[in-house]
C-alpha cells in the first residue's frame, strides 16, 4: 500500500476520512447528539491507531469507554455498561503501560498464539458467553441477553490479547464486530435513536478489525524473523 504523509497508508486516510464524514452526515440526518458523535469519532481513531499499534489509542480509548457504557445504559444493555466500567477502563491504563514497555525502535512489537491459547480463548468464549447470557436473561429490562453476552465475553478475551499484543485478538474483534452491529440493528428496529449512529461506528470496527489482522500478522512475522 502506497504511504501517505507521516507514516499513514493511503488506506489508512482515506477510511478514517470516510467514516468521519459518514458519522457527521448521521448525526446531522437522525438529529444525534455532538456527544453521540463524538463516542463515535474516539472510537473510530482508537482502533485505527490500535491497527497501527500506536499509544495515542489507549487516550482516544479512554473517552469512548465512558461515552459508549453511557449509551449502552440508556438503551438497556447493562452487561455492555459493566463491561466497559468494570474492565475496559482499567484495562486501558495497563494496556498503555504494558504497549509502552515493548517498543523496540519506535514499533510496537507483536506477538504470535500457540495452538494450544487459541483453543483456550475459543472454550472460554463459548462457555462464558453462555454462562453470562443465561444470568443477563433474568435482569428486568435486559435486550437481546445472549447477543449482549456475546459481544461481553468476546470484548473481555479480545482486550486480553490486545493488551498482551498477540495479533489473534483481531480475529476476536472480526466476530465481536459482526455480532455488535446485529445487536445494535436490533434495538434500531426496536426505536434505539442512536441504533443507525452505533451501526455505522461497528461496521466500521469490523472494516478496521480485518485490516488489524493483515498489519499485525505482518508484524508478529516480522519479530519471529
Known amino acids: 500500500m502506497k504511504r501517505a504523509v507521516g507514516g499513514w497508508k493511503l488506506f489508512e486516510v482515506v477510511w478514517l476520512v470516510l467514516f468521519t464524514l459518514i458519522a457527521v452526515s448521521f448525526t446531522f440526518l437522525s438529529k444525534d447528539s455532538f456527544f453521540g458523535f463524538t463516542v463515535f469519532i474516539t472510537g473510530v481513531l482508537c482502533v485505527v491507531l490500535s491497527a497501527k499499534g500506536k499509544l495515542m489509542s489507549y487516550v482516544f480509548g479512554m473517552y469512548n469507554t465512558f461515552g459508549y457504557a453511557y449509551l449502552a445504559y440508556v438503551n438497556g444493555l447493562f452487561g455492555e455498561v459493566t463491561l466497559n466500567l468494570m474492565f475496559f477502563v482499567p484495562m486501558n491504563v495497563a494496556g498503555f503501560y504494558m504497549w509502552k514497555k515493548n517498543f523496540q525502535s519506535g ?119
Do not use: H
Open 107 to 225: 514499533k510496537l512489537s507483536m506477538r504470535q498464539m500457540e495452538l494450544k491459547g487459541m483453543f483456550l480463548a475459543l472454550a472460554v468464549c463459548i462457555v462464558g458467553s453462555l454462562l453470562l447470557g443465561f444470568s443477563l436473561s433474568f435482569i428486568s429490562g435486559q435486550n437481546s441477553p445472549y447477543i449482549d453476552a456475546i459481544t461481553t465475553v468476546l470484548s473481555i478475551v479480545a482486550t486480553i490479547l490486545m493488551v498482551r499484543r498477540f495479533k489473534e485478538q483481531w480475529l476476536v474483534y472480526i466476530v465481536l464486530n459482526m455480532f455488535t452491529v446485529l445487536l445494535w440493528v436490533i434495538r434500531t428496529l426496536e426505536g434505539s435513536g442512536e441504533g443507525l449512529l452505533m451501526i455505522v461506528m461497528w461496521s466500521a470496527y469490523l472494516i478496521n478489525a480485518a485490516y488489524g489482522y493483515y498489519n499485525w500478522n505482518k508484524g508478529a512475522k516480522e519479530a519471529l524473523a
